[in-house]
């Protein structure tokens, strides 16, 4: 590996650390500075219970030791018990869910970019013509639209008024609108990347050196144009993963998807103050680490890119 490229990954992977130490500190701090605290409800326990509570959970202890005692079990990846779901730790609630939050934003997220390259690579090739102006006008409004909203839309349109598809997540079928409404802002975002790219490269001398030797359209397209437009894509796709599983978290309140949105806002709801912050800090540091992942295989994939 070269020395450039070595360093500037070690450099990488030791911001992200420090960012993930950054967001657990701001989490647990924020959520100790919040009014009130976890065993309060409508019928609040009385003092003795709740001292005996706080003992229980650790809480009755010193802040910084409290601090303390939470970064070291968050870097064993337990980050303690579910306080509204007894008997339940908080990190087997969020992988428990994550099985079904992980699979609906994979499949988002390829549908995504598979899609999003060839709408783009199409408007492209068709450049001013009627079909590049009709996907623009069509991605332009999906993009303005946030996932919740096209959520809504589909739930009315297709499980409501003409009842095509399930409403529950859980049922057989019932995880394709909510795929579709995950995917459909991104996919619009990377045609729209993949057309300016695509343009701008095919502008490019190489490429029309190409096609004076008589090399085939198709060859052009996929050979020299994609290969070279599709690096800006590699930069997007990584926080998009990242926002694809963190917006799925109200699309599946919305089709009642069994993800790890479920366990967010009842632990919301129910001051479940751990599993507030164990998911905060889960997704924060899915979305780092994806950012990581992209910055490293953009320098990768682009050799012309300066290592600073």
């Not at 657990?24 to 326990?45: D, N, V």
């Not at 990846?77 to 730790?89: A, E, L, Q, V, Y």
Request: proline share 5%.
């Amino acid at each position: 590996m070269d020395s450039k490229l070595a360093f500037y990954i070690g450099k990488r992977i030791i911001l992200a650390l420090f960012t993930v130490f950054l967001v657990i500190t701001i989490t647990f701090f924020a959520m100790k500075a919040i009014p009130g605290g976890p065993f309060l409800s409508e019928k609040a326990p009385s003092a003795a219970v709740t001292a005996q509570l706080e003992a229980k959970y650790g809480l009755d202890k010193p802040l910084m030791e409290q601090y303390t005692t939470y970064l070291k079990d968050v870097l064993r990846f337990d980050f303690g018990p579910s306080i509204k779901n007894r008997g339940r730790t908080v990190t087997a609630l969020m992988l428990e869910g994550f099985q079904t939050s992980g699979k609906l934003g994979l499949i988002a997220a390829v549908l995504a970019v598979a899609f999003g390259l060839v709408l783009g690579s199409l408007a492209a090739v068709f450049h001013d013509k009627f079909i590049d102006k009709l996907i623009m006008v069509i991605s332009t409004a999906c993009v303005a639209m946030p996932s919740f909203v096209v959520a809504t839309i589909l739930l009315l349109l297709l499980c409501i008024v003409i009842p095509i598809f399930p409403s529950n997540g859980s049922t057989a079928g019932g995880l394709i609108l909510p795929v579709v409404a995950l995917s459909l802002s991104p996919m619009s975002y990377i045609t729209r990347l993949t057309r300016s790219s695509m343009l701008d490269v095919l502008g490019q001398d190489y490429i029309r050196t190409a096609r004076a030797k008589g090399v085939s359209p198709s060859k052009v397209l996929f050979k020299h144009s994609l290969k070279n437009a599709v690096t800006p894509v590699i930069t997007y796709v990584g926080p998009m993963v990242a926002y694809i599983l963190t917006g799925s978290l109200v699309v599946e309140q919305i089709f009642a998807v069994p993800g790890i949105g479920k366990y967010f806002f009842s632990s919301i709801i129910n001051r479940d103050y751990p599993m507030i912050m164990g998911t905060t800090i889960f997704l924060a540091t899915i979305m780092v680490i994806m950012t990581l992942l992209s910055d490293i295989c953009y320098k990768i994939f682009d050799p012309r890119v300066d290592f600073n």
